[in-house]
């Protein structure tokens, strides 16, 4: 038995495309939260391709056109994702990011649908993050929630968009799309949507051609020189759990979980422009 028989997970598709391309497909309804079980298989996938000689690419997509990961699941019990193995001994979702970043392989996001909050931390550890034109949002929408981002947003934005834009990216809670996600250096480019498929097929598969040694080399050499220090992310975790025992994380919660957060509604859609009012006016009801 291989892998590829052996391993049925649900939260999203695992396809060989060949031998040296593999690809992720999010599949997790309505809007692809990444709740504990998903962390369970993203751990799994890694434990085997951090070891796999013979996968040099691997393309994460997602099946729902408007939602590639849309962010932490809110409603989940922490402690389930908690308990399960971490190798770096960091909380679950750091340790599954570090990991991501340092896998052998070649990472590419294909973004078409929103990555916001957890969903855009995913695509930042990835090596590659290319973006539909048309359909693709980014945002780190934390603050909305009077929280730090708890996946190391901010290490691995800095040296991609800069200062000022980390912080204008932070701070203001909003949604970025695939041109400005391109211009800012958020995102590798953004593609026309009619495009957007085709290129990413060209482009993991020919990358998927080359020798494997030299793609290892390749990626030991940048990341020696482009990896924020694992250090960096342990503090980030902390606070944005310290944000959660807080009341006002979940009184924002419970506002945007009766107008549908995480449900195919109009506040996941309009996220990163309807936080803001929401929020304001959740706290507003604690004092």
Request: charged share 25%; no cysteine.
């Amino acid at each position: 038995m291989t892998f590829l028989d052996d391993f049925k997970p649900a939260q999203f598709k695992l396809t060989a495309e060949s031998e040296t391309l593999w690809r992720v497909t999010f599949t997790n309804p309505p809007v692809n939260v990444i709740g504990p079980p998903m962390i369970r298989e993203l751990k799994e996938l890694l434990t085997h391709l951090e070891t796999d000689p013979g996968v040099n690419v691997v393309v994460f997509d997602s099946e729902n056109p408007e939602y590639f990961l849309a962010h932490y699941d809110l409603l989940a019990n922490p402690e389930e994702a908690e308990s399960l193995p971490s190798p770096t001994g960091f909380a679950a979702w750091p340790d599954v990011l570090v990991r991501l970043s340092k896998l052998p392989a070649v990472t590419v996001s294909a973004i078409r649908g929103r990555a916001r909050g957890a969903g855009s931390e995913f695509v930042l550890a990835t090596d590659i993050r290319f973006a539909s034109r048309e359909k693709a949002i980014l945002g780190q929408m934390e603050v909305g929630f009077t929280a730090l981002a708890g996946g190391g947003a901010q290490a691995r934005l800095s040296p991609l968009v800069g200062r000022a834009r980390s912080f204008e990216i932070m701070l203001s809670g909003s949604d970025f799309d695939g041109d400005l996600a391109e211009r800012y250096g958020y995102v590798n480019r953004s593609i026309a949507d009619a495009d957007f498929v085709e290129f990413v097929d060209a482009w993991a598969t020919r990358v998927s051609k080359w020798d494997p040694r030299v793609i290892r080399e390749i990626k030991a050499a940048v990341n020696r020189d482009t990896l924020p220090a694992d250090a960096l992310f342990p503090p980030q975790s902390d606070a944005f759990w310290a944000a959660v025992a807080r009341p006002e994380f979940p009184a924002i919660t419970k506002a945007l979980v009766e107008r549908g957060l995480q449900e195919a509604s109009d506040v996941e859609l309009n996220l990163g422009d309807d936080i803001s009012a929401i929020s304001v006016a959740a706290v507003a009801t604690l004092k």
